[in-house]
């Protein structure tokens, strides 16, 4: 029954049925982007003088709109112009959530943001909130983005569904993979990571997993938030390190 109803454990949305396709004039952070036959709802808030622009990828609950004040306050803080996407199915985006689907989901918001702003890759930092690390990991090794960060992140799905229900083989059975070690490895950038050590959906030391996978070590940072839980604000040296990391970077 779990095999069957993977999808369903695996992805949580909130969907925003009331008007799925609202004119762009919505509000002025609202943005629609073309993704095959359907649509999909970002949050962008531009910052007048950036440093850097990012790419934001939430979790595997609610959608982007339940992430524009944590958006804001990165875009304040590190000076950031910085787009957020609800996942297919997720919010007011059409289609339906999978895997592949997400991951053709983040190539179409980086598109977006290096076409809207006229940027290289080498420009743009990306944002992974625990499934989406996974996302974000994949696009930063696929397109040699200089600057990863991560907040409670996993190894890999199965390892989080193990870690969950021990007593079932579900390294076997999932479809559902997020191998976030397997695109880790082909990272050379900087990561700046967190995690919670009280993290009651994905167990730290998965957490410390990943970042054991990343090959260059040199710069990175992994934040333990001593008794953090999951969906939680991240802390305040989590955004010092990003801060640090981004004028390092981009401030040239």
Excluded: C
Aim: charged share 20%.
């Amino acid at each position: 029954m779990m095999t069957i109803f993977e999808d369903r454990l695996v992805f949580q949305p909130t969907v925003d049925k009331s008007n799925q396709y609202p004119p762009q004039t919505e509000s002025p952070q609202d943005r629609y982007l073309t993704r095959d036959d359907y649509k999909l709802h970002g949050i962008l808030i531009e910052h007048e003088r950036p440093l850097a622009y990012a790419v934001y990828f939430h979790g595997n609950g609610g959608n982007i709109s339940h992430r524009r004040s944590l958006l804001a306050n990165y875009s304040s803080e590190l000076q950031l112009t910085i787009l957020g996407i609800s996942y297919s199915g997720y919010g007011k985006s059409g289609g339906k959530p999978g895997e592949e689907t997400f991951y053709r989901d983040s190539e179409v918001a980086l598109a977006y943001l290096l076409k809207q702003f006229d940027i290289e890759p080498d420009q743009v930092m990306v944002f992974g909130e625990s499934m989406g690390g996974a996302v974000a990991t994949r696009l930063a090794a696929k397109h040699k983005l200089p600057l990863l960060a991560l907040d409670s992140t996993f190894s890999s799905l199965p390892d989080v569904g193990q870690a969950i229900y021990p007593w079932l083989p579900v390294r076997l059975l999932m479809r559902n993979q997020f191998p976030a070690t397997t695109h880790a490895a082909n990272y050379h950038g900087r990561v700046i990571q967190t995690h919670g050590t009280d993290d009651s959906i994905v167990p730290y030391r998965l957490g410390q997993r990943l970042a054991k996978s990343f090959p260059n070590t040199e710069g990175n940072q992994f934040i333990t938030k001593t008794g953090g839980d999951h969906n939680e604000m991240p802390s305040q040296e989590y955004f010092d390190a990003l801060q640090t990391a981004v004028r390092d970077i981009y401030n040239k």
